[in-house]
T-cell receptor
Framework: NAGVTQTPKFQVLKTGQSMTLQCAQDMNHEYMSWYRQDPGMGLRLIHY???????DQGEVPNGYNVSRSTTEDFPLRLLSAAPSQTSVYFC????????????FGSGTRLTVV | AQTVTQSQPEMSVQEAETVTLSCTYDTSESNYYLFWYKQPPSRQMILVIRQEAYKQQNATENRFSVNFQKAAKSFSLKISDSQLGDTAMYFCAFTLQGAQKLVFGQGTRLTINP
């Protein structure tokens, strides 16, 4: 049981480039989310999904796009990378029952130069 | 909007001591959940303990326990018999029943010294 798997673990992009951060979970969780972690600011929600085909914006969605074609996968796309998107990105999933909390992936450290 | 505040940016204790990390939150809702997550240098976010707001009994997981004061909107984490492996960033987090968003505090960097 792998849990939540994120790839890549590290990435360096040039300003203006696009890329996709991959996230997959094998726990059959309905809910999945993307967070970014910046120093001194905790984690902030970018986008989330409550099931295949359903996504919505979090508190910092600008510059990011998501889709969810299957229960397992929830990729995050950076459309045109900017230095302000330098951060650590976490994918997380949870079952329908809120009490269980989220299971997080190991994160992707992204640097935009 | 819900907010979570961790007032201790850094803490340091000796191995085997007991340490308490503070967390306060603000909400006008009554059905919610609180969590403590641990982030060691490996960067992985690990769920340490959870508390359901409707439960009066404080949650306990081995050496980790919480002091949940609903009226005061306080949710502190106590680590007993601290170990070197407890060295990490600790985040307090809040979510409403059925909500998709976890609201995180700024984190407390805990160092356990040998």
């Amino acid at each position: 049981n792998a849990g939540v798997t994120q790839t890549p673990k590290f990435q360096v992009l040039k300003t203006g480039q696009s890329m996709t951060l991959q996230c997959a979970q094998d726990m059959n969780h309905e809910y999945m989310s993307w967070y970014r972690q910046d120093p001194g600011m905790g984690l902030r929600l970018i986008h989330y999904s409550v099931g295949a085909g359903i996504t919505d914006q979090g508190e910092v969605p600008n510059g990011y796009n998501v889709s969810r074609s299957t229960t397992e996968d929830f990729p995050l796309r950076l459309l045109s990378a900017a230095p302000s998107q330098t951060s650590v990105y976490f994918c997380a999933s949870r079952p329908r029952t809120t009490a269980y909390g989220y299971t997080f992936g190991s994160g992707t450290r992204l640097t935009v130069v | 909007a819900q907010t979570v505040t961790q007032s201790q940016p850094e803490m340091s204790v000796q191995e085997a001591e007991t340490v308490t990390l503070s967390c306060t939150y603000d909400t006008s809702e009554s059905n919610y959940y609180l969590f403590w997550y641990k982030q060691p240098p490996s960067r992985q976010m690990i769920l340490v303990i959870r508390q359901e707001a409707y439960k009066q009994q404080n949650a306990t997981e081995n050496r980790f326990s919480v002091n949940f004061q609903k009226a005061a909107k306080s949710f502190s984490l106590k680590i007993s018999d601290s170990q070197l492996g407890d060295t990490a960033m600790y985040f307090c987090a809040f979510t409403l029943q059925g909500a998709q968003k976890l609201v995180f505090g700024q984190g407390t960097r805990l160092t356990i010294n040998p």
